[in-house]
């Protein structure tokens, strides 16, 4: 068997359809958006299960619901960034450390 082949009959499409809706429910927009909660592989994040891939993580799923668990949490979005704070990113290095030692910082190489 070839990397990243599935080792299995493919999920139906009812199943992969319940699978999404189910990822929707818990708050993920797309597989990919559930591959890091869910410990999907990449070519689960595409889309692509087995029959039993599929109806593990249905089954999953299904119990999170019942009994309350946030098991499939998302991580919080990454914070916005202010107008400076983005201005400070783009600068290279040396245009950084030539302006804090304008402003009597000391500032030394890592």
Not at 29 to 53: C, I, L, N, S, W
């Amino acid at each position: 068997m070839a990397f990243g082949q599935q080792s299995g009959p493919p999920a139906s499409h009812r199943q992969v359809a319940l699978l999404l809706e189910l990822l929707n429910d818990a708050g993920h927009v797309d597989f990919r958006d559930a591959r890091g909660p869910m410990g999907f592989t990449q070519r689960q994040a595409a889309g692509k299960f087995t029959r039993d891939e599929a109806e593990a993580f249905i089954e999953q799923l299904q119990s999170n619901e019942t009994d309350g668990s946030d098991a499939v949490a998302r991580p919080a979005p990454p914070a916005r960034l202010t107008a400076d704070e983005r201005t400070l990113r783009s600068m290279k290095p040396e245009q950084l450390a030539a302006e804090l030692q304008r402003r009597g910082w000391i500032v030394i190489e890592p």
